[in-house]
């Protein structure tokens, strides 16, 4: 039995999925199944459907944005921030909303490694060291 991470199943996926027509789809789900059934991989759906949508972002040119607040955003909020993003990132972005009410107030933006942290906790956290001096 060959050992494929979930990264190269995704990928075999959607190379599949990409080059069919809609009414094979179906089919070809079936038929991965099945083939992770016989893996005994079954338990890496979960973790190929993150990498295979990561897969499908990367393919389309657009990145992942995580961003966590104290509440959630308006539409109006939404939108200028999604078009904020996609200047600072030179093309898409996709929002993966959470909040923290434990950010007092603010933003937390990640986008692949990168971190901007503009929430209020982060500024009272930088004050209070800023007087410990």
Do not use: C, W
Request: proline share 2%.
């Amino acid at each position: 039995m060959i050992n494929y991470t979930p990264k190269q199943y995704a990928q075999a996926l959607h190379l599949a999925i990409s080059e069919s027509n809609p009414k094979d789809q179906e089919r070809i789900l079936d038929n991965f199944v099945q083939v992770l059934k016989s893996n005994g991989h079954l338990g890496l759906l979960d973790e190929i459907e993150k990498e295979f949508l990561r897969h499908d972002r990367e393919q389309r040119g657009v990145k992942q944005a995580e961003i966590t607040t104290a509440k959630p955003l308006s539409r109006d909020e939404e939108a200028k921030l999604i078009h904020n993003l996609n200047e600072y990132v030179g093309g898409k972005v996709e929002l993966k909303k959470k909040v923290d009410e434990g950010l007092i107030g603010g933003i937390m933006v990640k986008i692949g490694d990168e971190l901007i942290d503009g929430s209020v906790k982060k500024s009272l956290q930088e004050l209070k060291n800023k007087l410990k001096e």
